[in-house]
C-alpha cells in the first residue's frame, strides 16, 4: 500500500491507557506497528489508574508498565503505598513523576514531598525514572544529583545544552518527541543535532504533544516514525542508524529485550 521502510522502534512514552483511545486502541496499535513500533512503554499518571495500566500490559507482551504519582494531579500520602506494591510487580519504571512549575493545580512544597519519596522508591526497587520537568529542570538536577545510584530519562527535555550535559552525566537520558518537528523549536533541534545520539530516547507522549502539522488531533504512537523522520533530516546518519540507536537507547535504559525483526504488517 506504501512504501515506508520501517524500522524498529519503541515509543518510550505513550498513554495509551487513556479513554481518547478506547474503542480504537487495537487499531491504532496495529497502525504503529504498520510503521515499525514493535514496543510501547505506558507511564501511569496517578493510582486511579495504576491497575488500568497493569491490565492493559498484561494482555499486550509489547506494552511495558510504569507507575508513578504525575505532579500536575492531587495525590494522597497512602497513593504512595498503592504505589510501592504495584512497583514490586511488574513495573519496569517509576513514572511519570517530576516537578511542574507551570501548573498551579498542585503546590510547589507538596510536588516536591512526592517526587522526594518517589526518586527513594526507585532508589528501593532499582528502577530508572521517568520524569516531567516544566520550568523545574534545575530542581530535578538538584534532586537527583543528591542520590545514588538514580538514573532515567527526562521526558520532553526542555532545558539549556549545560542542564542536558549535567543530565547525561548524572546518568540520565532525554525524551525527544513532537516538540522537536516544530521548525521554531530551535533550541532543541540544536540540542539534538549537537549531544550524541546515545542521550536519546524517542516519544509521542500520546494523546499528547502532536506534532507539527497535527495540532489540534490526538497523538497516537504510530507517529513516532514521523518523529524519526525529523530526526533523519536533522542529522546526517541514516534512519537505519539512528532507529537503531534510538531502540538500543531505549532497551538499555529500561531493561528491555529486543524483540524478533518483524515483517511489515
Ligand atoms: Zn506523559
Redesign the pocket.
Known amino acids: 500500500m506504501n512504501n515506508i521502510n520501517t524500522y524498529p522502534l519503541i515509543d518510550s512514552?505513550c498513554?495509551f491507557d487513556f479513554p481518547q483511545f478506547d474503542g480504537k486502541r487495537q487499531q491504532l496499535w496495529q497502525q504503529a506497528r504498520a510503521v515499525g513500533v514493535e514496543q510501547l512503554i505506558i507511564?501511569a499518571i496517578g493510582q486511579a489508574n495504576f491497575a488500568r495500566v497493569q491490565r492493559l500490559c498484561q494482555q499486550q507482551k509489547h506494552w511495558h508498565p510504569a507507575y508513578a504519582l504525575h505532579p500536575m494531579f492531587t495525590h494522597q500520602r497512602e497513593d504512595l503505598q498503592s504505589l510501592s506494591a504495584f512497583l514490586e510487580q511488574d513495573a519496569i519504571a517509576v513514572g511519570?513523576c517530576g516537578l511542574d512549575y507551570v501548573s498551579n493545580s498542585q503546590d510547589k512544597k507538596q510536588q516536591q514531598y512526592y517526587f522526594a519519596a518517589q526518586l527513594e522508591l526507585a532508589q528501593h526497587y532499582q528502577l530508572p525514572v521517568i520524569i516531567?520537568a516544566r520550568k523545574a529542570v534545575e530542581e530535578v538536577l538538584l534532586a537527583i544529583a543528591q542520590r545514588a545510584n538514580i538514573r532515567g530519562v527526562i521526558?520532553s527535555f526542555s532545558g539549556s545544552l549545560q542542564q542536558a550535559e549535567r543530565a547525561l552525566s548524572l546518568g540520565f537520558k532525554l525524551g525527544l518527541g513532537g516538540p522537536m518537528s516544530y521548525p521554531r523549536a530551535k533550541r532543541l533541534r540544536s540540542l539534538f543535532q549537537h549531544l550524541p545520539l546515545s542521550a536519546w530516547l524517542l516519544e509521542t507522549?500520546a494523546p499528547d504533544q502532536p506534532l507539527h502539522g497535527y495540532q489540534g488531533q490526538i497523538n497516537h504512537p504510530a507517529q513516532i516514525h514521523l518523529l524519526l523522520e525529523t530526526a533523519a533530516q536533522l542529522r546526517s546518519e541514516s534512519r537505519a542508524e539512528l532507529a537503531a540507536q534510538f531502540y538500543q537507547n531505549s532497551c538499555q535504559l529500561f531493561g528491555l529485550e529486543p524483540l524478533q525483526p518483524q515483517a511489515p504488517i
Open positions: 512514552h498513554h507511564p511519570e516531567h521526558h507522549d
